[in-house]
Structures are given as C-alpha cells and as structure tokens.
C-alpha cells in the first residue's frame, strides 16, 4: 500500500511542486489508479498559496525550496509569502467573518465534520506527504493524520456546546445573562513538528467558535498545510474563512509583526519554541489581543522503586523516541530511583536496541532522522557537554551511518540537573538519566526549571503519586501512562511552557469573548 501511495504522490507532484528533477527525490514517475476517488494529489498539493478564497502565487513569483530530510532533497517549491499577502488574507478573513460568525454551530459543525471525513477519506497520502516534509515514519504519520482529523470531528461536536449562563440578578428589574461570542479574525502559527494537527488542533477550534483563520505554517512543512485547506475547500469551508500563507524562515519575523499588529487581527494562537512565543507576545500586547501559546517543554520522567520497571521503559520508549525526539511533550529528564536504575538502564538500552533507524518512507523505519542540520547540531552539543561534565554514554551517542541529519538514539547515565541536556530543551533522540534518593529531592529536580509542560510519573504507591502530581508545577501529568494526548483532554502548560489550552471544551472557549448582558427595565 505505501509503495502504491508513494508512486502516486510521485506521479502528481511532479508537475505541481516542479521537483528539481523527476529522478532526485520520487524516482520514475508510473501510472498508479489513486484511492481517493474525488481527490488527485494534483488538485490537494500545489505551488500557490491560499489567500482570501484564491490559490495564488506571492507578489513577484517569489518561491522558496522544501526539504525532505529523509532523503536529503528538494521536494519542491512553494510561493513564498510576505506582507501583501497576509494584509489580503487578514482582510478576506475580516469580511468573510461577517457572515461565518453569524451561521450556526450545527452549520458550521456540518463542515467540520465533512472536512475530517476528507482527511481520513486521504490518510495515506496525507501520510504521506507528512513523512515526507518532515521525515517521521509513515506509522507516526498515519497516527498524526488521526489524531489531526480528529480535533475537527471534537470541535464539530463541541461548538454546539459552547453554552453561556443566566447570572442570578443582584436587582429584581434586571434579567442578566452572560453569552460567549466568536472573537473575529484569529492568526495561527504553527510548528513543524505536527504540520497537519497542530492546524486543526487550533483552526478546528477557532472554526466551530465561529471565527476566520490566517495560517502560517513552519517554512519546513508548507505543503501539509495546503493540502489541509484543498480538503477543507472541498468540505464546502466558505471562501476566505481560512488562509494558508506559506513563507521562508526568512520572511517569517515580518508576518509575525504584520500578524500580531493587524488593527484586525484580534487572537494570535501560536505553537512553537519559547523565544518565539515571548517575541510573540510582546508583538501582540500593543494592540492588547488574545493569546495562546504552546511553547516548549522539559518533561521529567520520574520512576520510583516501588515502579513496574518494565511499564516505565515501555513508556519512555514512546514518550522519549517518538518523531526522534521531537515533540514538545517528549520526556527529556529521566529522574530515576537509585533503587531501581541498574534494572531501569539496561531494559532501556535494550529496548533502543531495537530501532530501526531508517527513511520514514520505508516500512521497516522505526526512527527516522532529525529535522534539519540544526537539529543534529543541537544534540552532538548536548552529548558533548554531557560527556565533559561526567556522564557516561549506555548507547548511541553519535551520528548515524545514513548521513543526513540521522542520529543513533541515544541514552546517558550519571547526568547531573545543570547540565545542559537537563536544562535546555534537547528536541532529539536522546534520554538523560538523572539518579535520585527522595521525593522531596525529585520534586525540586523537577520543578527547578521555568518550563511546565509535561511530566511521567511511575510509581505504584497510590499515596505517593497523589503527593507527587500535586507537587509538580506543570500543565499535563501522565501517571503510569505515556500517551497522553488526545482531543477530549486539555493541552497546554504553565510558566514559560505556555498560556491557554487547546482541545478539550476550554480549546473552544480561547477563540470566544464573553458578553455580559444587563437587561433592564423589567419593572411593571
Ligand atoms: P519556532 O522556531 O518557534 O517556529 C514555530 C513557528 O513560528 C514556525 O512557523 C516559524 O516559522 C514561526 N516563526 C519563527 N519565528 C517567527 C517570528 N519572529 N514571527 C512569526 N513567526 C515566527 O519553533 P520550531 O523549532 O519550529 O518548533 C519546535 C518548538 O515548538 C519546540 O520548542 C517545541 O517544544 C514547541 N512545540 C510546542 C508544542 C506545544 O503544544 N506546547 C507543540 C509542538 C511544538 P519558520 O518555520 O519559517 O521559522
């Protein structure tokens, strides 16, 4: 199946994203019948951009290059947009709010519903072109697709529940009342990490509130988010209601301040790195909007004594590895009782064992690489300065053999709390373990550092766990359980991990203002 799925991305994108040459990245082009009867790869995936209802190229033909980190090559280009195209899109979303405020939730959940129908209708090629852009194994990307689609089907439901309240009056003349209203014209930012669900984690929530999206999506993963708005046209989503503007790294500071100034612009709901939220915010506190910021992370791992060891590599396995590394909840601080980490170490060395490290594309491909350059960059630091402060490699600790940005998952032992692996975000495939003796000890470990996203906690000391989540200064906790994710659950963290929270009811109500409503007068 992914061979047929992949000659047929092959065969459409070739013309469309105009490959350097046929032969660099998708090999010869063959005639495959596609799966998605209504949808060819030609009409999801292009060049242009979508701006206020229109597919175009940026002023002055202007492109930029995407990346397959796989493969190490270009995968195509695509219009590179600035400020003439997010002023349009800002205005399109303006006017075309006017009227998508004013429809109901069920209409409105009418076409969430059949744009996550779109999505799960194409989830291989969306696999596809995931694995691609952002070089994650083809399994992670299904899942991506998913649990991405799945954020619309929530909020198709939840918009229709986004209830007010009748206030009990402090005067008997008056009927008060409280209604939530869409807050208009709302830009999204978005990483490269998840290209297709932290879009819809946002736009499907912004949607179903009734209000208008300008989306900006990572320089790295452009065309996921393009395909995102064929199905979401095809979905019948009223022209100008949602913008994708593709840009470069380059162009990306000049949106920001565009988007974040606009007189129009009333939310900025932005997913990335912590030194972007806070430009972010500071950009977007003169014209005093509404914000949500899912920044960066440290999670700590803690696994106590009374633990099942083998539960707690299972779930480091997931929460450390999974996208190599790079996802913003990935567990970074291994704290580990001193009790349990000889047996702790040497599962987990032998569960690493048994990646696979390869293309996403291909089948077998457990882990695939890093990003970018950067990426890898970022971590051979982090081992570096590990190993020169006295920690000790169990496994891995190098670059692989594939070139490219591929690293060997990694595990350290004898990592000490200032080191930089335990203080600075990794976002790679690297496990530090940290030993403690106490839960006061674990406790000021875990929450010494101004992230608070996520944290793991094994233990099977029912007192203790309650003691521990209570202590720990994050937004999101996973007790015995790595996976925790999902549309029904808020998402988000506390100090420099964030503010608001997405998916969930409370996902809905950061793109609604509250209306008070005093009516007076009721005396005969
Ligand atoms: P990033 O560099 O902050 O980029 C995120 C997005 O912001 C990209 O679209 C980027 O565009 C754009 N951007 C960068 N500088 C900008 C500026 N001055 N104005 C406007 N837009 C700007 O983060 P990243 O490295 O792509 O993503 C990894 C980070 O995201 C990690 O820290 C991770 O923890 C965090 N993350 C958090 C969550 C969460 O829910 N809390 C989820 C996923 C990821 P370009 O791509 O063009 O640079």
């Known amino acids: 199946m992914s061979r047929l799925l992949l000659s047929q991305v092959r065969r459409l994108l070739v013309p469309q994203i105009g490959l350097l040459a046929q032969e660099s990245y998708l090999g010869p082009m063959t005639s495959v019948p596609s799966r998605c009867s209504s949808f060819s790869w030609a009409t999801l995936v292009g060049p242009e951009a979508h701006v206020a209802g229109c597919w175009c190229e940026a002023k002055g033909g202007d492109r930029f290059e995407v990346l397959d980190p796989g493969w190490g090559r270009t995968l195509g280009s695509v219009a590179n947009c600035g400020s003439p195209e997010a002023e349009a899109a800002v205005l399109g979303a303006h006017e075309a709010f006017q009227t998508w405020s004013k429809t109901t939730a069920k209409e409105r959940g009418r076409v969430l519903q059949r744009w996550y129908s779109l999505m799960m209708e194409n989830e291989d090629v969306l696999a596809e072109l995931i694995t691609a852009e952002s070089g994650k194994p083809l399994f992670e990307s299904r899942a991506e697709v998913a649990y991405a689609a799945g954020f619309l089907q929530w909020f198709a ?15 008997s003349d008056c009927l008060m009342f409280a209604v939530p209203q869409p807050l208009g014209v709302a830009a999204l930012i978005t990483p490269w990490n ?13 949607l179903a509130a009734g209000c208008t999206v300008v989306i900006k999506p990572a320089e790295d993963t452009p065309f996921t988010a393009l395909a995102l708005a064929r199905l979401a046209e095809a979905a ?15 162009n990306a500071p000049s949106m920001g301040v565009l988007l974040c100034r606009h007189p129009l612009v009333r939310k900025i709901s932005f997913t990335g790195s912590t030194a972007t939220g806070k430009e972010l915010l500071r ?4 014209g005093v909007k509404r914000v949500s910021m899912e920044l960066g992370g440290l999670a700590p791992f803690i696994v106590f004594d009374s633990a ?10 997931a929460s450390k590895f999974r996208f190599s590394g790079q996802t ?3 567990s970074q601080r291994f704290l580990i009782h001193r009790r349990v980490q000889e047996d702790f170490l040497s599962s987990l060395s032998k569960a690493v064992a048994d990646f696979r490290v390869g293309r996403g594309s291909e089948p077998e491909t457990t882990m695939g690489p890093l990003i970018n350059s950067h990426a890898l960059e970022k ?10 402060h006295g920690a000790n490699v169990v496994c891995g600790g190098k670059r692989h053999s594939l070139g490219g940005s591929f690293y060997h998952p990694t595990v350290l032992a004898d990592v000490t709390p200032t080191m930089a692996c335990a203080t600075e975000e990794i976002f790679g495939p690297l496990a530090a373990v940290i030993t403690f003796d106490t839960e006061e000890e674990v406790l000021a470990i875990a929450n010494s550092s101004p992230f608070g996203l996520a944290a793991y906690v094994y233990s099977r000391d029912l007192a203790q766990v309650v003691r521990i989540v209570q202590g720990l200064d994050v937004g999101m906790v996973g007790v015995n359980e790595a996976a925790i994710s999902t549309v029904e659950a808020p998402f988000g963290g506390v100090k420099e991990s964030g503010l608001g929270r997405e998916g969930s009811f409370h996902g809905l109500h950061e793109y609604m203002n509250i209306k008070y409503v005093c009516y007076g007068g009721l005396q005969n």
């Open 194 to 206: 998840f290209p297709a669900a932290m879009i819809t984690r946002k736009a499907g929530a912004a």
């Open 236 to 250: 019948g989503l009223p022209s100008g209601v949602m913008s994708v503007l593709p840009c470069s790294r380059s």
């Open 328 to 330: 913003c909840v990935c």
């Open 379 to 388: 971590v051979e630091r982090h081992v570096k300065d590990a190993l020169e």
């Open 157 to 171: 439901e939840e918009g229709r529940r986004a209830y007010g309240h009748v206030i009990p009056a402090s005067r």
């Open 283 to 286: 950009l977007a506190a003169q």
């Open 308 to 317: 099942d060891v083998g539960a707690a590599v299972k779930g480091a396995i």
